[in-house]
């Protein structure tokens, strides 16, 4: 195991792609990825008022390609953001964290500024790609993105961030899950969807479960730390009930989202099976895990990998339903 970060400047080891990978934490991107691919899909599956495969035009697809790395790279940032603020607590040790790629400023005796100016300069790339969305769309999405950044530095910073409150866990999965679904389809269409973020309630449930997943292994480091996140207010057990409660109505409302698209695209039963199917498989996996998952510290790397496999195939199963409905 590593030493600690040394206190002496002069021994500060330098910035690395691995650190900077380690501090983007890519693992966790499907909360972002997936969003974005939603809010695509469901472009696709709206017909009618220039929606549907019509509305899949060049400059359409350019806005999607933007918007995904605008998130991920917001994503990438916040991050950052954490792991720096982590640090600067005193809550990212050698003795609390475990997993050596899951604190890089300890780990890599990195500066901690040059973790902060790393998160930075992600989110001003973010800003740049964002910028180019606006001048492919109209202000309305400028006004989108303000709300976006200003959600972001809320959630990380502040006297009282977000993130440490309990309401973190609803507010990453809204503005993920919901405001970034929505967001991605207005600039796509320049129309408003009035029904789209009801369709977006699964991913909006199923990031929110991410965090609250990632809180419930961290309920002791928060308490210590002064956090007061949802799990931390819940504790272990009333935690794994909740998320076992909520992944139900996600899949609830995955299964209405696709009751709702075949009954719009009047599928033929045999073709109605495979979204069908696609939910059970990645439904019995969320339960699984739910309710047999080890909520440790020591396990949150494969813990986390596996709510981002069901979370992709939460994803799969919403465009496989979108496209099909489109097609239809």
């Not at 796509?188 to 029904?195: G, K, S, Y």
Request: with cysteine; glycine share 10%.
């Amino acid at each position: 195991m590593h030493s600690p970060l040394p206190s002496s400047d002069s021994q500060y080891q330098p910035f690395s792609l691995k650190a900077a990978k380690e501090l983007a934490a890519p693992q966790t991107w499907s909360a972002s990825v997936a969003t974005i691919l939603v809010g695509g899909a469901l472009v696709y599956a709206c017909k009618g008022a220039g929606f549907g495969p019509a509305a899949f035009t060049p400059r359409a697809l350019l806005v999607w390609l933007l918007m995904l790395l605008a998130t991920v790279l917001m994503q990438a940032a916040i991050n950052t953001f954490n792991d720096y603020r982590d640090f600067g607590k005193g809550t990212d040790s050698v003795e609390t964290i475990v997993d050596e790629t899951d604190a890089a400023i300890v780990y890599h005796h990195l500066d901690p500024k040059s973790a902060l100016h790393f998160g930075v300069g992600l989110l001003l790339v973010a800003a740049v790609f964002g910028l180019a969305v606006v001048a492919l769309s109209n202000w309305v999405t400028l006004v989108w993105g303000a709300v976006a950044v200003l959600g972001l530095l809320a959630y990380a910073f502040g006297p009282k961030p977000l993130s440490d409150l309990p309401v973190g866990e609803v507010v990453s999965g809204v503005w993920l899950g919901g405001i970034t679904v929505w967001a991605t389809f207005y600039a796509m269409t320049l129309a408003p969807p009035p029904t789209v973020i009801f369709a977006a309630l699964p991913m909006i449930i199923f990031v929110g479960l991410i965090m609250l997943m990632n809180n419930t292994q961290d309920i002791e480091r928060d308490r210590e730390a002064g956090r007061l996140t949802l799990a931390g207010v819940l504790g272990w057990r009333a935690s794994t009930i909740l998320m076992v409660v909520c992944g139900v109505f996600a899949y609830v409302c995955l299964a209405t989202l696709v009751l709702w698209q075949a009954a719009l695209g009047a599928w033929p039963v045999w073709l109605l099976m495979l979204p069908l199917f696609g939910l059970i498989w990645s439904a019995k996996g969320w339960q699984r895990m739910l309710q047999k998952g080890n909520y440790t510290p020591e396990l949150r790397s494969p813990m986390m990998g596996l709510a981002n496999i069901m979370t992709y195939k939460c994803g799969i199963v919403m465009i496989v339903t979108c496209v099909l409905g489109g097609l239809l």
